[in-house]
């Protein structure tokens, strides 16, 4: 692929952009500047920098991300700054997404990805991906608690009752892990069950859990192969 084209499909803008930062001379690949745009580079694990910072050609990003508190997943954050807001730009210009999404207040793992296929795989209701939550309650976690979450609550405007596979971590810490994704669903279990969450926290999408990652609060990482076949 010629050098333009890689850094259009990395996110560095337009053709225009893209030629010029080359001509500018802001474009090297392992060390050698690149002033030709339409100079040819095998693109499987191609490093370039760009005004010195490293990049690694990826087909597609598939991130995991540490979300703080009192950001919002939504495309149109209205209260407090978007997700988004936490990678780098030319991610967001590869119109990279999350996939669900997280309440405002909710910390812990989120993925995104510019991969249609994955989003859609991942959200989908049929695949049942397991979510794993840790919630800190106002009231105390008592053995009954746990009985009516793990036989299922009726919520609202949901056919059945939805269960959850429950353990209790200490007396205010519950964890609870479900297959869907509906809207507030861990807490209007909770709510439902007559207590109230006070935090949520994912832990774990499948099999992959934020610990593994190590990933401070509002940092995110790359998800290679071996990490994505735990999201199962
Ligand atoms: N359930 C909730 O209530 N909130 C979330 O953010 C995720 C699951």
């Known amino acids: 692929m010629t050098l333009e084209k890689i850094l259009r499909s990395q996110g560095f803008g337009s053709r225009k952009q893209c030629r010029q930062l080359i001509w500018n001379e802001q474009v090297s690949v392992a ?17 370039f920098s760009v005004d ?17 508190p009192d950001y919002e997943c939504s495309r149109k954050p ?13 991610y967001v210009n590869r119109n990279i997404q999350p996939v669900g999404r997280l309440d ?7 993925l995104l990805s510019d991969d249609g296929g994955f989003i859609h795989a991942q959200s989908s209701p049929k695949r049942h991906v397991r979510k794993t939550y840790e919630a800190t309650l106002f009231e105390a976690v ?20 939805i269960a959850a596979q429950v353990r209790m971590l200490d007396t205010h ?9 509906k809207y507030h669903q861990v807490k ?4 439902a069950a007559g207590n109230h969450c006070v935090s949520l926290r994912r832990s774990a999408i499948g099999k992959l859990t934020l610990d593994s ?3 401070p609060m509002g940092q995110w990482c790359h998800l290679e192969p071996g990490q994505l076949a735990q999201l199962v």
């Not at 060390?31 to 490093?47: F, K, N, Q, S, Y």
């Not at 010195?52 to 703080?68: A, D, M």
């Not at 810490?173 to 994704?181: F, H, R």
Request: aromatic share 4%.
């Open 31 to 47: 060390g050698r500047l690149i002033t030709d745009a339409d100079e040819d580079l095998p693109c499987a694990g191609l490093v």
């Open 52 to 68: 010195g910072k490293e990049w690694t050609f990826r087909q597609q990003l598939y991130i995991g991300l540490h979300k703080p």
């Open 78 to 90: 209205s209260h407090h700054p978007g997700i988004l807001t936490l990678l780098p730009q030319e």
């Open 104 to 110: 405002h207040d909710t910390t812990g793992l989120l």
């Open 142 to 161: 008592t053995p009954q608690l746990i009985a009516q979450l793990q036989e299922g609550v009726k919520l609202i405007d949901e056919d059945k009752p």
């Open 173 to 181: 810490l519950l964890e609870l892990s479900i297959d869907q994704g």
């Open 188 to 191: 209007r279990m909770l709510a």
């Open 213 to 215: 990652l190590g990933l």
